[in-house]
C-alpha cells in the first residue's frame, strides 16, 4: 500500500510538473525522496487515526491540499465531481446565481450576476457566507458549496453571512434558472448610451455590436459617447472578453499573457474597427469587476481609450487549465496570467480607477468591497506590490487571501452569542435600481463626464 500510494501522489505531482521539462534530474530525486514524508504521514493516519479513512479519501485530500496551498484557483476534482462538470446542463438543478472564492475556509462572494436570485436577495460583493443549510462552509469544498447551493428551481436555500462588520444576516434565497444576459443598453440623458458589460459568454460580442447601432438608431446617429458599466461583472469566457475589448480600440494591445517560462510572453492584439469609431467612453468599475472584466478595463485605460470612475476592482487575472488525470478526476491549476497592455499587475492589486467615485447611498461601500485577490490566503505574488501592511479593522481577505481569526467579525464561523441581523431591506446590487438607475451617483458622475469630455474632445478637433 505504501508503494501504491507513493505512485498516486507522483502521478498527480508530474501533471502540473509538466511544464519545467528541463528540470534536472537531481532535483527530481530530491522530490520523490521528500515523498517518503508523505508516505509516512499517510500510514500513520491510516493505522492510527481513531476513524477509519479509506485510501481514496486520504489521497484525495493530499492532493487537494497540495492544490490549494498554491492560490485561491488551484483545485482538485475528484473523479465524480469532474464527471458532473463535464455533464449537459440539467434543469433540474440550478443554483442561485453567485460567483464565489474559496480559501482556508472562507467562503467570499466576488459578485452576483445580473438579475439573478443572490442579487435579487440582496448579497453583494464582499460578502462573507457562514453556513448553508446548516452546514458550515469551512468544512466543504468549492465543489461542495456549489452541490449544496444547487436544486430544483423554485427551492430556497437558507444562508447565514457577514457584511463588513455588521451581525450575520440570515436569508433564504429561492433558486431560479440563470438567464444572465451578458449585455443590456439603453439611451441615457437623450443623446449618450448606457452599456451593461455584466458577463462574457460565446453571445457577448454580436450583442455588443447590436447593442450599439440599437443606440445609434436610438440617438438619431448623434450618440455623443459610452459609459460602459462594468461593475459586479465577475468574469467569464476569456476569448470573448479579448473580442469585448477589442470592439472598442481600433488598435494596440489589449492584454499581455504571462506563462511560467520567460519566452512564453504573448501580445493580445486588437483588430482594426472600432464600433462606436472614436467616441468618448467613460467605464463604470468597483470591487465587483473581477478576473475578465478587468482585462477589459485595463485595455482601456492603458489605450488611453476610457476613463475609469469608481473603486479598485477585485484583482485577478489568473489564467486556469483544467488538466485530467488517469484516475477520472482532474487538476485546475494556475498556468498563466494577465497583465494590462503596459505590464500592470492585477493579480493582487487590482485596478485604480482614474477618478474615485463613491456611492453615497451605500453604506461605507469602500469598506464592503474590501475583498480583493491580495486578501486571500495563497494569492499569487504582485512583483509590482509594495510590501503589505495590517489591514484595517473590518478588512475581509481580498479574494483569496489573508485569513481572519475564526472568533473575529469576517471569520469563517458566526461569533458565539452573535444574533443574526434581518436581511437587509434593500438590495443596492445591480439587480434593483441603485445600479444602473435614477439613485446610481457614480452613473450620474459618469454621464456628466462623458458629456464633458465629449465637449472638450469637439473643441480639440474643431
Same mark, same amino acid.
Given at each position: 500500500?505504501?508503494?501504491?500510494?507513493?505512485?498516486?501522489? $507522483?502521478?498527480?505531482? $508530474?501533471a502540473?510538473?509538466?511544464?519545467?521539462?528541463? %528540470? #534536472?534530474?537531481?532535483?527530481?530525486?530530491?522530490?520523490?525522496?521528500?515523498?517518503?514524508?508523505?508516505?509516512?504521514?499517510f500510514?500513520r493516519?491510516?493505522?492510527?487515526?481513531?476513524?477509519?479513512?479509506?485510501?481514496?479519501?486520504?489521497?484525495? $485530500?493530499?492532493?487537494?491540499?497540495?492544490?490549494?496551498?498554491?492560490?485561491p484557483?488551484?483545485?482538485? &476534482?475528484?473523479p465524480?465531481?469532474? %464527471?458532473?462538470l463535464?455533464?449537459p *446542463?440539467?434543469?433540474d438543478?440550478?443554483?442561485?446565481?453567485?460567483?464565489?472564492?474559496?480559501n482556508?475556509?472562507?467562503?467570499?462572494?466576488?459578485?452576483?450576476?445580473d438579475?439573478?436570485?443572490?442579487?435579487?436577495?440582496?448579497?453583494e460583493p464582499?460578502? #462573507?457566507?457562514?453556513?448553508?443549510?446548516?452546514?458550515?462552509?469551512?468544512?466543504?469544498?468549492?465543489?461542495?458549496?456549489q452541490?449544496?447551493?444547487s436544486?430544483?428551481?423554485g427551492?430556497?436555500?437558507?444562508? @447565514?453571512?457577514?457584511?463588513?462588520?455588521?451581525?450575520? &444576516?440570515?436569508?433564504?434565497?429561492?433558486?431560479?434558472?440563470?438567464?444572465?444576459?451578458? @449585455?443590456? !443598453?439603453?439611451? !441615457?440623458d437623450?443623446?449618450?448610451?448606457?452599456l451593461r458589460? *455584466?458577463?462574457?459568454?460565446n453571445?457577448?460580442? *454580436? *450583442?455588443?455590436a447590436a447593442?450599439?447601432?440599437?443606440?445609434? #438608431? +436610438?440617438?438619431?446617429?448623434?450618440?455623443l459617447?459610452?459609459?460602459?458599466?462594468?461593475?459586479?461583472?465577475p468574469?467569464?469566457?476569456? %476569448?470573448?472578453?479579448?473580442? =469585448?475589448?477589442?470592439a472598442?480600440?481600433?488598435?494596440?494591445? &489589449?492584454?499581455?499573457?504571462?506563462?511560467?517560462?520567460?519566452d512564453?510572453?504573448?501580445?493580445?492584439? =486588437?483588430? !482594426?474597427?472600432?464600433?462606436?469609431?472614436?467616441?468618448?467612453? @467613460?467605464?463604470? @468599475?468597483n470591487?465587483?469587476?473581477?478576473?475578465?472584466?478587468?482585462?477589459?478595463?485595463?485595455?482601456?485605460?492603458?489605450n488611453?481609450?476610457?476613463?475609469?470612475?469608481?473603486t479598485?476592482?477585485?484583482g485577478?487575472?489568473?489564467?486556469?487549465?483544467?488538466?485530467?488525470?488517469?484516475?477520472?478526476g482532474?487538476?485546475?491549476?494556475?498556468?498563466?496570467?494577465f497583465?494590462?497592455?503596459?505590464?500592470?499587475?492585477?493579480?493582487g +492589486?487590482?485596478?485604480?480607477?482614474?477618478?474615485?467615485?463613491?456611492?453615497?447611498?451605500?453604506?461605507?461601500?469602500a469598506?464592503?468591497?474590501?475583498l480583493?485577490?491580495?486578501?486571500?490566503?495563497?494569492?499569487?505574488?504582485?512583483?509590482? %506590490?509594495?510590501?503589505?501592511?495590517?489591514s484595517p479593522?473590518?478588512?475581509?481577505?481580498a479574494?483569496?487571501?489573508?485569513?481572519t481569526?475564526?472568533?473575529?467579525?469576517?471569520?469563517?464561523?458566526?461569533p458565539?452569542?452573535?444574533?443574526?441581523?434581518?436581511?437587509?431591506k434593500?438590495?443596492?446590487?445591480? =439587480?434593483?435600481?441603485?445600479?444602473g438607475? =435614477?439613485?446610481?451617483e457614480?452613473l450620474?458622475q459618469?454621464?456628466? &463626464?462623458?458629456?464633458?469630455l !465629449?465637449?472638450?474632445?469637439?473643441?480639440?478637433?474643431?
Amino acid at each position: 500500500m505504501r508503494k501504491l500510494a507513493l505512485l498516486m501522489l $507522483a502521478a498527480v505531482l $508530474a501533471a502540473p510538473a509538466g511544464v519545467v521539462a528541463a %528540470q #534536472q534530474q537531481g532535483d527530481k530525486d530530491a522530490a520523490y525522496e521528500e515523498l517518503n514524508l508523505f508516505d509516512e504521514a499517510f500510514e500513520r493516519v491510516r493505522d492510527d487515526a481513531v476513524d477509519p479513512v479509506t485510501d481514496p479519501k486520504l489521497i484525495g $485530500a493530499a492532493i487537494s491540499g497540495m492544490l490549494t496551498g498554491l492560490d485561491p484557483r488551484a483545485a482538485y &476534482i475528484d473523479p465524480a465531481a469532474y %464527471q458532473a462538470l463535464r455533464a449537459p *446542463a440539467s434543469s433540474d438543478k440550478v443554483g442561485i446565481g453567485v460567483v464565489l472564492a474559496l480559501n482556508k475556509g472562507e467562503l467570499k462572494v466576488i459578485s452576483p450576476r445580473d438579475g439573478s436570485p443572490a442579487a435579487a436577495a440582496g448579497i453583494e460583493p464582499g460578502d #462573507q457566507i457562514f453556513s448553508i443549510g446548516k452546514e458550515l462552509t469551512y468544512e466543504l469544498t468549492l465543489a461542495d458549496v456549489q452541490s449544496k447551493l444547487s436544486g430544483p428551481p423554485g427551492s430556497a436555500v437558507a444562508l @447565514v453571512l457577514q457584511r463588513g462588520e455588521g451581525a450575520p &444576516i440570515k436569508l433564504n434565497v429561492t433558486r431560479a434558472p440563470d438567464n444572465l444576459k451578458t @449585455v443590456t !443598453a439603453r439611451v !441615457a440623458d437623450g443623446d449618450i448610451g448606457y452599456l451593461r458589460l *455584466a458577463g462574457f459568454d460565446n453571445g457577448t460580442p *454580436a *450583442a455588443l455590436a447590436a447593442a450599439v447601432q440599437d443606440l445609434r #438608431q +436610438k440617438t438619431g446617429g448623434k450618440l455623443l459617447g459610452l459609459v460602459i458599466d462594468l461593475r459586479n461583472n465577475p468574469g467569464g469566457d476569456f %476569448q470573448d472578453a479579448v473580442a =469585448a475589448a477589442g470592439a472598442f480600440l481600433d488598435k494596440g494591445e &489589449i492584454a499581455l499573457v504571462k506563462g511560467r517560462k520567460p519566452d512564453s510572453l504573448k501580445h493580445i492584439t =486588437a483588430p !482594426a474597427g472600432d464600433l462606436v469609431k472614436g467616441l468618448p467612453i @467613460v467605464a463604470l @468599475v468597483n470591487g465587483g469587476t473581477a478576473r475578465e472584466a478587468e482585462l477589459v478595463a485595463g485595455a482601456l485605460q492603458d489605450n488611453h481609450r476610457a476613463m475609469l470612475v469608481g473603486t479598485k476592482t477585485y484583482g485577478e487575472s489568473g489564467i486556469t487549465t483544467l488538466i485530467p488525470l488517469s484516475s477520472g478526476g482532474a487538476v485546475r491549476l494556475t498556468t498563466a496570467r494577465f497583465t494590462t497592455p503596459d505590464g500592470h499587475e492585477i493579480d493582487g +492589486k487590482g485596478l485604480e480607477p482614474d477618478l474615485v467615485v463613491t456611492p453615497l447611498k451605500l453604506e461605507k461601500v469602500a469598506q464592503e468591497e474590501g475583498l480583493h485577490e491580495a486578501d486571500l490566503p495563497g494569492a499569487l505574488k504582485n512583483p509590482d %506590490q509594495p510590501v503589505p501592511v495590517a489591514s484595517p479593522a473590518g478588512g475581509t481577505p481580498a479574494s483569496g487571501d489573508k485569513p481572519t481569526s475564526s472568533t473575529k467579525p469576517g471569520s469563517g464561523a458566526v461569533p458565539v452569542g452573535a444574533t443574526a441581523a434581518p436581511p437587509p431591506k434593500t438590495a443596492p446590487s445591480v =439587480a434593483t435600481k441603485e445600479i444602473g438607475g =435614477a439613485s446610481d451617483e457614480q452613473l450620474t458622475q459618469a454621464l456628466d &463626464i462623458l458629456r464633458g469630455l !465629449a465637449v472638450f474632445n469637439h473643441r480639440a478637433s474643431g
